[in-house]
Nanobody, 122 residues
Framework: QVQLVDSGGGLVQAGGSLRLSCVAS????????MGWFRQAPGKEREFVAC????????RYADPVKGRFTIFRDNAKNTVYLQMNSLKPEDTAVYYC???????????????WGQGTQVTVSS
């Protein structure tokens, strides 16, 4: 059974940083692209970033380019999202996801984590 466990969310002031983690089990981790999505209150879930199984390809949504970095440690079955220069509009529940490729995961992830709340105060 595939399980993705997100963690690392919290309350931070604008301009601050957080690092999210997602530990995966029940799958061959290096064969899956991994990604992060977020859902703000009253809004649809949106793509944030993804990384290929090998870690050589990354993609970012425009609002987070230059501020967020996704990376992975295949030896630890873990993907991370380093978030810097946080803004109040980054406030959302952040979800880890796993997918077949760094292209497909953007629109059709296969598996989801349970989510972790990120709140950025102004």
């Amino acid at each position: 059974q595939v399980q993705l466990v997100d963690s690392g969310g919290g309350l931070v002031q604008a301009g601050g940083s957080l690092r999210l983690s997602c530990v995966a089990s029940g799958l061959t981790f290096s064969s899956y692209a991994m990604g992060w999505f977020r859902q703000a209150p009253g809004k649809e879930r949106e793509f944030v970033a993804c990384i290929s199984g090998s870690g050589t390809i990354t993609r970012y949504a425009d609002p987070v380019k230059g501020r967020f970095t996704i990376f992975r440690d295949n030896a630890k079955n873990t993907v991370y999202l380093q978030m810097n220069s946080l803004k109040p509009e980054d406030t959302a529940v952040y979800y880890c996801a796993a997918g077949w490729s760094s292209v497909k995961i953007v629109t059709s992830p296969e598996y989801w984590g349970q989510g972790t709340q990120v709140t950025v105060s102004s």
